[in-house]
């Protein structure tokens, strides 16, 4: 069995066991790494070590750490009631409201199963209270959830940027991940307005305004959070912006060469802990692998 063989298998049986035990899969892939890297492929150990991705994972940990605020305060839950309240009138067009709606709270930072754990059973509740097609209502939850993760500052969209500088296109990763974003939160409107188109006619929908209670107005604490994630997507996006409109422009160039998503990021989650906008213990459980 050649190695190629070998790390497959690794793979397999590292997911079977994290399901299997509930334990996160990346302890032990990085057990099998270990096992196979230094005593099948003769690697020293420090040369092990400097195959981790370090500056992938510091963005996905400091977007992680400054989101989790908005996870934990209700911010993100709260923001994502309030769109499907102010789309009640429109029950047709459910499925669309739900995907815009999980889109934003994924793309603020939530994450894919966040996003998922929070909607699917909201979800499933309008369908028996509207009588959606359950799986035009998961496409939606699951298409939305994909696409939010994919902006230039979310889960997803950082470790494009990051994979993007590591391959050596640094200049144009905003580009080419603002690109994905696009693509990948286009392309599933079509999809979903041709499963409304196709399974409409047969669907027997509620007519009127949906019966959604309006949620409670954002508390002192949440609308701080707001202020902050919004004055954060403005940093990190505005001067590669700013930078493709006039790249010449010498004040531009010097702060765009100086904006990183995962420092940028570090510096918002001091400020948010300075105001104390949530909880020490609650915040670290909603980090990605503390599951």
Not at 127 to 134: D, L, P, S
Not at 241 to 250: K, R
Request: proline share 3%.
């Amino acid at each position: 069995m050649n190695i190629s063989m070998i790390v497959v298998l690794a793979i397999i049986v590292a997911i079977a066991l994290g399901y299997k035990t509930k334990i996160n899969t990346g302890l032990f892939a990085i057990a099998f790494a270990y096992l196979i890297g230094c005593f099948l492929l003769d690697m020293k150990a420090g040369e092990l070590i400097k195959t981790w991705p370090v500056s992938i994972f510091f963005v996905i940990f400091a977007v992680s750490l400054f989101y989790n605020f908005a996870l934990i305060n209700g911010t993100l839950e709260k923001m994502a009631m309030y769109l499907l309240y102010l789309c009640r009138h429109f029950p047709k067009l459910l499925p669309l409201i739900i995907y815009f709606a999980a889109s934003l709270v994924a793309a603020l930072g939530a994450g894919f199963f966040t996003v998922l754990a929070f909607f699917a059973p909201l979800t499933l509740l309008l369908c028996r209270k509207t009588g959606m097609n359950k799986l035009v209502a998961a496409v939606a939850v699951n298409y939305g959830a994909l696409g939010g993760a994919n902006f230039m500052t979310s889960a997803s969209g950082v470790v494009f940027r990051s994979l993007i500088d590591n391959a050596g296109y640094s200049a144009n990763s905003f580009i080419y991940s603002s690109a994905i974003f696009i693509v990948s939160f286009v392309l599933p409107v079509v999809v979903i307005s041709l499963l409304i188109a196709v399974t409409g006619r047969d669907q027997k929908m509620a007519t009127g305004s949906l019966q959604i209670e309006k949620p409670e107005a954002f508390n002192h604490q949440q609308k701080i959070n707001l202020i902050l994630i919004c004055t954060m997507l403005l940093v990190v996006l505005v001067f590669p912006v700013l930078h493709l409109i006039v790249p010449h422009y010498d004040v531009v160039k010097f702060i765009n060469i100086r904006v990183d998503v995962g420092l940028v990021a570090i510096l918002f989650t001091v400020i948010a802990l300075l105001l104390n906008l949530g909880d020490e213990k609650r915040r670290w459980r909603w980090f990605p692998g503390a599951h």
